[in-house]
């Protein structure tokens, strides 16, 4: 049985949302963080998961993106608000765990 996660993404800031599901949150976790900053140069460096929900369905996951992708912004704030009041980064040990692993390869 299969968990898809619809996640909201945002910048240090918290001027810009991105949402967005997947099937396995901690390999989008590390795309996030290995993701060159030159990439996002022109836009926003969208690198915190501070919102998901968990679906067993496909269909479920879609549904729910669209309808939070339709959100105002104040809307979207109010949902992080109530389930994550201090804007934490739901997935910061990924983050962790991967400057040390390359913090050895450093001359």
């Known amino acids: 049985m299969s968990n898809f996660i619809v996640y909201i993404l945002t910048d240090n800031n918290r001027r810009h949302f991105e949402i967005n599901f997947t099937s396995n949150i901690l390999s989008t976790v590390l ?13 926003a460096n969208l690198n915190r998961i501070i919102y998901s929900e968990a679906f067993t ?3 479920c996951a879609k549904k729910r993106m669209n ?9 979207i704030e109010r949902i992080i608000r109530k389930n994550n009041p201090n804007w934490n980064n739901l ?3 990924q983050q ?4 040390k692993r390359n913090s050895s390869y450093a001359a």
């Open 31 to 43: 795309e996030l963080q290995q993701t060159n900053s030159f990439i996002f140069q022109q836009g």
């Open 57 to 59: 369905e496909l269909s």
């Open 67 to 75: 309808e939070l992708q339709h959100f105002t912004h104040m809307q």
């Open 91 to 93: 997935y910061p040990q």
């Open 96 to 99: 962790q765990s991967y400057i």
